[in-house]
């Protein structure tokens, strides 16, 4: 099989040791080998790993932190581009939407030491809200994004992306996503090149984005495309093959992939970016061929700019525009196309994984604070982490979920609207509160909304892994910080009204929230207890059933707790609950809402 070819001429980094790596670990890599000092981010699947890497060099090397949402983490960067050393944020395809208002202007502005972020996407929505595709984003605000196909491209091409911000005056994206970012495979490393910090560019037309200004710099970005076009025309970033002249495929990052798999003596375009294109090597391939298919994940952006060229090609005709691909999927496409014979191979196996919804763990915090909105009939607006699950069986205690930071605004509005019978109740985790629940408390306070906040604090950001925060008091490097405290900041907010409970204590709980709802104007209840997983795995005294007092009531069975089970056994006719000791955490919630007092601590059995 030939192999892929460079397209250009530019000399690679000397490779010192190879080593198996994660996409993220690359990147990661690529950004200290870069000579980035100044790294930001905020946490999401499948980025998260990312800035964690970036934790384990050194940091004398770099800073390496968790900003409190993804416009912060870019504007952290920003501010060290401007003071003149490589910076790099990472995010969420959909952090990307947070940081976008920033990300616009900076186009225009350009950079003084190199801006690059990573955003990772997550076709086939494994842990998201959307599936929306980043390259549309990087199109509209005119900056190059990167597409690594392999762990070995994701540290390569970050790498570039400092040398092509600095050289273009612009920020880079380097795209991944979910299978890159957590795909191991070998990475020959580089080592780290440091860089010289410029001086603070005092150039103020160019960095103070009044209209007077922008409307100068909106030229300058548009000329920086055909630039950027020039470079990657001759970039051994792309990758050629020509072999048949029949049929070809221009493909671009991960999915280039798959097309190798299936087609592995085709003729291959392999883009290193689907913004701004490379159209001169566009051009020569498509004399070469007859006929040219785009093989792309998600939306139609190469197929799109190169139709709007005049190029007779298909594309998304034949590969779906929704969900990840996957060889399958890519065989299927190209036998639909014609560019292979169908061989059978391109059904999907078979053999279906047995569906198991997603729960929440055993002995959870956030359990018992939606079964007490469920005592007061509450109307839930709800937010984006672990306790988003409490919108499906059994708890059914959230009825809607937008986007992170959503809840309390949303709540704010169903109060106004006039059209709610219950009490409207915002339900947001402590790190979600952190990203962008201020700013709307703030409004509740301002608008005197007749709305509850259910602060759900378990220390932690659990969603996506654990991660600390401002009100964790640990830094990501491990280390001690002025940590929030969530009832101070609320009064200093202005609400009046505000409780913390430990939401294992469910009487108090219930009691609590109760009150809460019943206050006319904006209440606070913070539910107060660590997350079972994190920082350290909790486990106390597990408890059983006392089978001959148990009623099989099912009260313990709406907790939703995975070590909850009806017996196989019956007795005397009849079902009752059993508790598996290996899951039990020993959270003791089930001993309180049984009304039989049906379940003891094993210990005293
Ligand atoms: C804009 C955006 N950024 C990041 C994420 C990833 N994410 C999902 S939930 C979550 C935070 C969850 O933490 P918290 O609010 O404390 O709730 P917990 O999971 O701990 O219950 C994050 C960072 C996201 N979905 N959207």
Known sequence: MDQLVDTGVERKTKPSKSYPMMGNEAIARGVWEAGARVCAAYPGT??????????????????????????TALDIAIGASFSGVRAFAAMKHVGLNVASDSLMSQSYIGVNGALVLAVCDDPGIHSSQNEQDTRLFAKFAGVPILEPSDAQEALDFTRKAFDISEEFDTPVIVRSSTRLSHTRSVVCQGNRTE??????????????????????????????????????????????????????????GLVATYVEEVLPDASILKLASSFPLA????????????????????????????????????????????????????????????????????????????????????????????????GVNARVAGDIGCYTLAAIEPLHAIHTTVAMGCSIANAIGMAQSGNETRPVVATIGDSTFLHSGIPPLIDAVYSNANITVLLLDNHITAMTGGQDHAATGRSLRGEDTTRIVFADLCRTLGVKWVREVDSYDVGTLFRTVREATEYRGVSVVISNRPCVLDPTKIRGEPVEVRTEKCTGCQSCMNLGCPAITWDEEMYDGQHKVTIDPTKCIGCSICTQVCPVDGIRPVKNS
């Open 46 to 71: 499948p980025s998260t790993e990312i800035m964690e890497n970036l934790a384990t060099y050194p940091r004398e090397d770099l800073v390496a932190e968790w900003a409190t949402n993804e416009k």
């Open 279 to 374: 159209t001169d090597l566009v051009a020569d391939f498509m004399k070469s061929v007859e006929q040219v298919v785009v093989v792309e994940e998600l939306e139609p952006v190469i197929e799109d700019q190169l139709k709007v060229l005049g190029y007779k090609i298909e594309g998304k005709k034949y590969f779906s525009r929704d969900g990840e691909h996957s060889p399958a999927t890519i065989r299927l496409g190209l036998e639909q196309c014609g560019f292979i014979e169908s061989s059978g191979k391109s059904q999907p196996l078979s053999a279906e994984a047995i569906a198991r919804p997603p729960l929440l763990c055993a002995g959870c915090p956030h359990i018992t604070s939606y079964m007490a909105l469920n």
């Open 195 to 252: 860089v010289e910090a410029r001086e603070f560019n005092n150039d103020i037309a160019k960095n103070v984005m009044i209209p007077a200004h922008a409307r100068s710099r909106h030229p300058k970005v548009l000329q920086r495309e055909g630039h950027v076009i020039e470079y990657l025309n001759k970039s051994d970033l792309n990758k050629v093959r020509k072999s048949s002249k029949k049929f070809g495929v221009i493909t671009v």
